[in-house]
């Protein structure tokens, strides 16, 4: 089975941004409010029947390719753990405005109140940055009682709200875990790679000035007296903020060409690794998503060989068997939970 490349997803969304990933694809940019390309997507936006499901080039959608042959595209160890469920879905986001502050759900309450099997615990791979000092937020700076957040958000006290979080200024190569349930938001000028659990699961704490209708949509329809209580409010500081963000160039390497970005917390939800060839790096075999941050190269595989420029991104099936990454080029490999708990690519 060939590696193969996946066409743009851009999809229309509340806040702006676009212009980023259009530059980053070589297209051109119709819709300013088009933050987000799912890459390699089985899952779809919340509430909707099929806006952001990714198609491959003969036209199938990716979500009905894996269900005909889960073990080509995923591998027998992954099925066997998760049967059809990729369990992973990619995005390139640009932040055309500072995201509204708001959190995801874990997987405990997204089973409990919403019947889905994923919450949305995530990441960021930041590739490029505009502005002056762009900028993220993640979580409280200090404890935060629930009849307090409630009231922050019932008011709409956006200042309070947001100088309660921890504010981190960001660059280039640097890597943010981010667990479910922890307040967040990204600054306006960030563009980055989001690897997260295949849903589309967000509690707004914030929405004036935004196109979205919070005090309705804001809660996933549970009211927020319910879903506040799934927030991270307990102050997240020292070694554990430090431990959510790390930097690729201290990221440890794996095998030659080849460095972790996220931290082993994360296995369990996705991994991302990235190769830079020196002057080749190995792949093992796997479902993974690849994403050309620069230049130019070539992937080799057993399945067949795929050519590599920037702003492309590869879908690798597991069938496509082992692989030689080789060329002037820089890749975000982006894959599913580790087999069996091992944490290792």
């Known amino acids: 089975m060939n590696p193969v ?3 743009p997803n851009q999809l229309h969304h509340f806040y702006r941004g676009g212009e980023a990933i259009a530059s980053f694809r070589g297209i051109r940019s119709t819709d300013d409010h088009a933050p987000e390309d799912w890459v390699g997507s089985t899952a779809t936006m919340f509430g909707a029947d099929g806006a952001g499901l990714s198609a491959l080039p003969d036209g199938r959608l990716l979500r009905d390719a894996i269900a005909a042959d889960p073990v080509a595209y995923l591998g027998p160890a992954h099925t066997a753990q998760h049967g059809t469920d990729c369990a992973l879905l990619v995005k390139l986001l640009d932040a055309g405005e500072r995201l509204p502050v708001h959190f995801h759900p874990d997987q405990a309450f997204a089973r409990s109140h ?3 099997a994923h919450g949305k615990t995530e990441a960021w791979l930041i590739v490029e940055t505009r502005g002056e000092r762009p900028t993220a937020w993640l979580g409280f700076r200090e404890d935060v009682d629930l009849d307090v957040l409630a009231g922050w958000v019932d008011r709409q006290d956006r200042a309070t709200l947001l100088d309660a979080l921890n504010e981190l200024t960001v660059g280039p190569g640097d890597c943010f875990f981010v667990p479910a349930g922890l307040p967040h938001a990204i600054g306006e000028g960030v563009f980055l790679v989001e690897l997260q659990e295949p ?4 509690v707004l ?3 004036t000035g935004f196109d979205v209708d919070g005090r309705r949509d804001g809660h996933l329809g549970l009211g927020f007296d319910v879903a506040l209580q799934n927030a991270r409010r307990a102050a997240v500081g020292g070694d554990e903020l430090a431990e959510l963000k790390r930097e690729t160039a201290a990221a440890p390497e794996s095998r030659p060409g080849a460095r ?3 931290p082993s917390a994360a296995s369990s939800f996705f991994r991302a690794e990235r190769l830079r060839p ?4 190995s792949l093992e075999p796997a479902f993974s998503i690849l994403v050309v941050v620069d230049g130019d190269g070539r992937l080799d595989t057993e399945g067949g060989t795929a050519t590599l420029s920037r702003g492309e991104s590869l879908l690798v099936p597991h069938a496509a068997g082992p692989g030689e990454l080789t060329g002037s080029v820089d890749v975000i490999r982006c894959l599913p939970p580790a087999p069996n ?3 290792t690519p």
């Open 260 to 262: 972790t970005l996220l």
């Open 205 to 207: 704490l914030e929405w």
């Open 278 to 281: 020196a002057p080749a790096v």
């Open 199 to 202: 849903s589309d699961l967000s």
């Open 114 to 116: 919403l019947g889905l």
């Open 341 to 343: 708990g091992d944490p």
């Open 5 to 7: 490349e996946l066409p």
